[in-house]
């Protein structure tokens, strides 16, 4: 029971951290915004609200202005449930990409944000 208020106040204390701490949106001009927007459409991040690698991963999402489907993994059945039977295991955060009818399960949080850096930190 102690352990389980220690680790929501954590979470909730992360989650305010972040929120404080949040790095500036990348300013594009509404035609390269716009892109990345089309871009993004195939792209779902599979994630729990207060996990300090999500949080991470929700920070580099933030900071080059890329919006992404947010799934909830942990109060959701329904997407912790296509996490587990698309990804194979229910380990957040996970990034689904679908591309040319292709989709690809993504977990680590540095792998994510390197493939977001490359992928929208030029557009």
Known sequence: MIVKALRV???QLIVFGDWISRPAK???DPAAQA?????AR????YQFHACPFCVKTRR????LNVPVALRDAKHD?????ALLDGGGRVKVPCLRIEEEGKTTWMYESK???AYLDRRFSES
């Open 9 to 11: 106040g954590l979470g």
């Open 26 to 28: 990348r300013k594009r």
């Open 35 to 39: 892109r990345v927007e089309e871009q």
């Open 42 to 45: 195939g792209l779902a991040l």
């Open 60 to 63: 580099a999402l933030h900071r």
């Open 77 to 81: 059945p329904v997407h912790r449930q």
């Open 111 to 113: 792998e994510i944000i």
